[in-house]
């Protein structure tokens, strides 16, 4: 297509990446663009009918160790039908059923093979016209990946374009994609590269926000190789201890290419060593994102608490535990730390300041390959509720009063989609879960049309199966991580744009797709209400708890929201703004997010 300058560019980077770096065959990488060679006689150029023939006639015998990964650089589009189609050389717009090839066709030829990754650098942004409303490009690619065992990686978020760079002669996330290949073969490690690299090209560029999206399918490929691992093994290490020893060892040098492989090696001969595995996994991932964060000078989605908080905090302390000297931190043991950016803007929502941060987090399994991501949040003291001069100020935000907040772990975003399923089918406590009640589709966007009450039996759930205990955030604990040091409407200042978080929109978005506080914590303004324990008080804080617990009331009916959501206009999506409703309601905007006292293993 006369607009896409790169396609062809980014189709020949990954098949040189293939089989010069990954240890594909020659001959068993085929590529299709307008100048390239015929195979066996057959056309090779990307026309739909030469892409089905190629689809159905080169493909070779299934094989249980055999990788397979389907490329696609250039433009999708949705049909009147909602299905989603690649548009080929000779593709029409207004046929796109008749002349585009369907992506049902793909992924029915692949289906065969074991372990296929599907890889489309391509727009998201379209809507259908027809067919099922507000269906987006995308989704019912999703939806086949899962019913057919294929993982997915899209260049982007539902939305969401995806942008050629012209500096670097290619897509921002096919150059990104190789970056990462050539550093991490486990799916995960990659994910984190790919949410942390892509936003930081683009912001690097000037282009508008660009977040890739990974679904691992089954769940647990998240956690295996998504290429086939070329032995790393180094000098003197023949045996399983050598091998971990040689893995740390480069970890501590430096040497993250090999780290990872070297972990993805364990995890791939020596199953019984997961958890091992994936904890190197993820340190290497952490690394590298601190790494790029603090040389690019750029963006990371990839969040954590910041050591250094904004430069408008109004807080009296804001600290990790003392250690003294020679003590280890006892949480070293289950915490990975990340790196993110952290952003201030001024009133007219133009970014002033932008510093690195790094927070730390464990991850609960909840099956299948999800996972929950806890964020460790310091203690302090913060000055809760808004100043009577706020703009947009309501009189239940006041006084103004200072609370004091132990440590505490707080999911990193709302809990999403997937992760609400997976403990909706854990054994009941009190009451049972709708395992799908939202209303917006996606996995990774957050649950919503759930009760208080629903929220309660999800977090008891959850405390039953696992090792530490879950409930709902008190509203001081909520607006205490939500301002993350800082005293403004909002944390990353005095105003909202929609670079910024979402809301007053058509519908939610995937977690994670703007950047974090200082603590580390996404979301936190819009996409979705959050529910906290408290009852709802007379409007006023006069009388509320001083030490961060929650109010509640035996005579009060209703309970807090905070947060603001995608339905909201700015004024309700501020730290200080709460609302109240009955716990039994269920709305399209309201989901959650938890929180847990200190693990029971330390």
Same mark, same amino acid.
């Given at each position: ?70 490329? !696609? ?5 949705? $049909?009147?039908?909602? %299905?989603?189609? &690649?548009?080929?050389? =000779?593709?029409?717009?207004? @046929? ?76 921002? !996330? ?5 970056? $990462?290949?050539?550093? %991490?073969?486990? &799916?995960?490690?990659? =994910?984190?590269?790919?949410? @942390? ?406």
């Amino acid at each position: 297509n006369q607009n896409l300058r790169f396609a062809t560019a980014d189709a020949e980077a990954m098949r040189s990446f293939l089989i010069e770096q990954a240890g594909f065959a020659t001959e068993n990488v085929l590529l299709c663009t307008d100048d390239s060679e015929p195979i066996d006689g057959m056309r090779t150029q990307p026309s739909r009918s030469n892409l089905r023939r190629l689809l159905l006639s080169k493909l070779p015998p299934a094989s249980a160790v055999d990788h397979f990964w389907f490329f !696609f650089s250039g433009h999708g589009v949705i $049909g009147q039908d909602s %299905h989603d189609y &690649l548009m080929t050389c =000779d593709a029409l717009p207004e @046929d796109v059923e008749e002349t585009a090839l369907e992506v049902d066709f793909v992924v029915k030829q692949l289906r065969q093979y074991p372990n296929v990754v599907l890889v489309l650098d391509a727009c998201r942004n379209q809507l259908s016209t027809g067919g099922k409303s507000g269906a987006g490009i995308g989704d019912r690619t999703q939806t086949l990946a899962k019913q057919n065992g294929i993982t997915t990686i899209f260049s982007c978020s539902r939305g969401q374009q995806s942008f050629e760079i012209e500096a670097l002669g290619q897509g921002a !996330f096919t150059h990104a994609l190789i970056e $990462g290949l050539q550093q %991490h073969r486990i &799916l995960e490690g990659l =994910d984190l590269f790919l949410r @942390d690299r892509v936003p930081q090209l683009t912001l690097q560029h000037r282009c508008p926000r660009q977040v890739p999206l990974v679904i691992p399918e089954p769940g647990e490929k998240y956690r295996q190789p998504v290429l086939p691992v070329i032995p790393a093994w180094v000098d003197g290490a023949s045996s399983l201890k050598d091998l971990k020893q040689s893995a740390s060892d480069a970890e501590a040098k430096g040497e993250f290419a090999l780290a990872d492989r070297l972990y993805a090696q364990v995890l791939q001969e020596f199953p019984a060593e997961v958890s091992w595995a994936l904890a190197g996994v993820r340190r290497v991932a952490g690394a590298r994102s601190a790494g790029s964060a603090g040389t690019a000078g750029t963006e990371s989605v990839v969040g954590d608490s910041s050591g250094d908080l904004h430069s408008n905090r109004s807080v009296e302390a804001v600290t990790e535990p003392e250690v003294q000297p020679g003590e280890a931190d006892p949480d070293d043991a289950i915490l990975q730390t990340f790196s993110f950016e952290v952003v201030t803007v001024d009133g007219q929502g133009q970014e002033v300041e932008r510093k690195p941060g790094t927070a730390r987090s464990f991850f609960e399994e909840l099956g299948g390959g999800i996972v929950l991501e806890m964020v460790r949040i310091p203690g302090g003291k913060f000055f809760m509720g808004s100043p009577e001069d706020e703009e947009g100020r309501y009189k239940n935000e006041g006084p103004q009063h200072w609370v004091t907040v132990p440590d505490f772990y707080m999911g990193k975003y709302p809990v999403t989609q997937e992760q609400w399923a997976a403990v909706a089918r854990l054994p009941k406590v009190e009451r049972k879960l709708d395992e799908s009640p939202s209303y917006c589709d996606g996995n990774t966007h957050p649950v919503e049309k759930v009760s208080w009450d629903d929220a309660g039996e999800f977090c008891a759930r959850l405390s039953q199966t696992m090792d530490h205990t879950y409930r709902l955030p008190s509203e001081a604990e909520w607006e205490y991580a939500c301002r993350a040091g800082t005293q403004t409407p909002f944390h990353f200042g005095p105003t909202i744009t929609q670079d910024l978080a979402i809301y007053n929109s058509p519908s939610t978005t995937d977690v994670g797709s703007f950047l974090p506080n200082a603590f580390g914590l996404c979301d936190m303004h819009g996409n979705v209400w959050e529910w906290c324990q408290d009852s709802y008080h007379k409007e006023t804080y006069e009388g509320a708890p001083t030490e961060g617990e929650a109010w509640v009331e035996q005579n009060s009916e209703l309970r807090i929201l905070r947060g603001g959501s995608w339905y909201n206009y700015p004024r309700n999506c501020r730290s200080a703004f709460r609302v109240d409703f009955y716990p039994a309601y269920r709305n399209g905007s309201i989901g959650f997010r938890v929180m847990c006292v200190l693990p029971r293993t330390l």
